[in-house]
């Protein structure tokens, strides 16, 4: 299944392409925007990645989008729903490249996607990962409504668990 695109406001979710690349790699290059979900990646890392969030799609019939700005048609950063193996429950994901960041573009992206697991798929409830230290995350969890419901430890890392409010748009 390929990802449908979405509209907001000022934001398109869309599906990857591969001439999101360049943008993809020079985002997953920066320490300070990796810091909480891996660290640096290497141009063929990063390549990897993109793959697997297309993949995620056919496998389990959600998965990210690329943020796209309107306005400029820029790569802004990428949202959706992800629940890899090992995962306690469908997650809702945002990260933003930094020129994009402080816009509000993470919440409205989040939004979109949140009402497309609500909406499209049904979804009772949904969940954020997030780390105790990732306070930019956190703020956006808080403006979607979402809650501290305790912690989780993914992949050796305790992450807090942020449970969204359900049908919310």
């Known amino acids: ?32 925007v990796t810091r909480f979900v891996g660290g640096v990646f290497s141009r063929d890392d990063t390549w990897r990645r ?18 796209e700005d309107k306005a400029s048609g820029a790569f802004a950063g990428y949202s959706g729903l992800w629940e890899p193996e090992g995962w306690l429950e469908p997650e809702l994901m945002w990260g933003l490249a930094p020129a994009f960041q402080g816009r ?14 609500y909406e499209e798929l049904r979804w009772k409830t949904i969940v ?18 979402a809650e501290r419901d305790g912690n989780f430890e993914m992949r050796g890392v305790v992450v807090d668990v942020w449970r969204h409010p359900a049908n919310v748009n």
Do not use: C
């Open 1 to 32: 299944m390929q990802a449908p695109t979405l509209e907001a406001e000022r934001l398109r979710l869309r599906p990857w392409r591969n001439d999101d690349l360049d943008a993809f790699a020079a985002f997953t290059a920066d320490p300070v």
């Open 50 to 67: 993109m793959a697997m969030l297309v993949g995620h799609w056919t496998l389990r019939g959600f998965g990210n989008w690329v943020i």
């Open 104 to 117: 509000g573009y993470a919440t409205e992206a989040a939004q979109r996607a949140r009402a497309y697991a």
């Open 128 to 145: 954020s990962y997030i780390a105790a230290e990732n306070t930019p995350s956190q703020a956006v969890a808080k403006r979607l409504g």
